[in-house]
């Protein structure tokens, strides 16, 4: 079983900083994708950024340039910086990732961390 753990969402005015983390634990093989989803009030869950194994990044259109996803894989951990908040940038974060567990590297389980609020607003 896999478990994600996020940290460093608050309140921020427009044009502040913040930077989100998720650690992910337990037992498997790798983890293949690391992803950062918002969902915002009466709104569904939308994909910000994505980082794969390799390194390489995906963004959403409304966030490039101003948010930048990284990854530490010895750490498990994924991050996401972002800078230039805007008020419609305001929803909960939820950290996802692809999963190969060691049971069965065939398989790809999907794992979510538990949100986190991000406020943007004077």
């Known amino acids: 079983q896999v478990q994600l753990v996020e940290s460093g969402g608050g309140r921020v005015p427009p044009g502040g900083s913040l930077r989100l983390s998720c650690t992910a634990s337990?037992?498997?093989?790798?983890?293949?994708?690391m992803d950062w989803y918002r969902q915002a009030p009466g709104q569904q869950r939308e994909l910000v950024a994505r980082?794969?194994?390799?390194?390489?990044?995906n963004y959403a259109d409304s966030v490039k340039g101003r948010f930048t996803i990284s990854r530490h894989n010895a750490k498990n951990t994924v991050y996401l910086q972002m800078n230039s908040l805007k008020p419609e940038d305001t929803a909960v974060y939820y950290c996802?990732?692809?999963?190969?567990?060691?049971?069965?590297?065939?398989?790809?389980?999907?794992?979510w961390g538990q949100g986190t609020l991000v406020t943007v607003s004077s």
């Open positions: 996802h990732a692809d999963v190969q567990p060691d049971y069965d590297i065939t398989l790809h389980l999907d794992a």
């Open positions: 337990g037992s498997f093989a790798s983890i293949r994708t």
């Open positions: 980082v794969h194994s390799g390194g390489s990044t």
